[in-house]
């Protein structure tokens, strides 16, 4: 990542325009190639940006542009669209370049993971009967949270989620159509579980054949509150 603080101005042409005033300001260029224009506030929200994929060059200033005191120009151009960033540069403050290697990403607390441990560990919670397969259990597209079996011995495949929303159904449908490919396990069922389901996934769910749990952290852990079960 290369993080440069400087004042400068933003011009964006695309789909609309946007112009940011010369100021001090906190400029991201990452690996995936995005920009980030940020000011001293705001949160986390650039003020301007350039997602990838693009390219950025660094070009001299034209004479208008020397002229006014820019020394420097960054133009961002995006490889699928005309939007254009120019970065007009009049003073560098500070410039560095820093290899932050792979990131292991967001790990969450007390949610799916956890959620899939205390589920896997308490499988019967899903329906009498019920026996754990495995937890993680791979696909060509990625692994199925748990795989296991009903009181028939039918296989079931599991996914785990906080929120379900349809995006989370969509990938449940995904891995069964390849789980019943296989003739070692079909014909493999879906339950979709969730914290909480949104109408629209659940609506979806129920139309695939694919069935709804909302699941209680509370009582999985064994703190019993009649108030919220699962059945």
Request: with cysteine; charged share 25%; glycine share 8%.
């Amino acid at each position: 990542m290369r993080v440069v603080i400087a004042t400068c101005s933003v011009d964006y042409d695309g789909r609309l325009t946007a112009h940011l005033p010369l100021a001090n300001r906190l400029l991201l260029v990452k690996a995936d190639g995005s920009v980030l224009i940020h000011s001293d506030g705001g949160s986390y929200k650039p003020l301007n940006w350039m997602s990838p994929p693009c390219a950025m060059a660094e070009v001299e200033p034209d004479e208008a542009e020397a002229a006014d005191g820019v020394t420097g120009v960054w133009v961002v151009q995006h490889a699928k669209s005309e939007d254009r960033l120019r970065v007009r540069l009049h003073e560098v403050h500070h410039d560095s370049a820093h290899d932050l290697g792979v990131d292991p990403g967001l790990v969450k607390d007390g949610v799916e993971a956890h959620l899939q441990k205390l589920l896997a560990e308490h499988i019967t919670t899903l329906g009498d009967g019920f026996t754990l397969t495995r937890r993680e259990y791979m696909t060509p597209i990625g692994p199925v949270d748990i795989l296991c079996r009903d009181a028939s011995g039918g296989s079931v495949a599991v996914e785990i989620k906080r929120r379900g929303e349809i995006d989370g159904v969509e990938q449940l449908t995904r891995y069964l159509e390849l789980m019943n490919r296989d003739p070692a396990l079909r014909p493999v069922t879906g339950i979709f579980a969730a914290q909480q389901i949104k109408p629209q996934a659940r609506t979806l769910a129920e139309d695939r054949g694919i069935r709804c749990v909302v699941l209680d952290y509370d009582e999985l852990k064994g703190i019993d509150n009649s108030d919220h079960r699962l059945f």
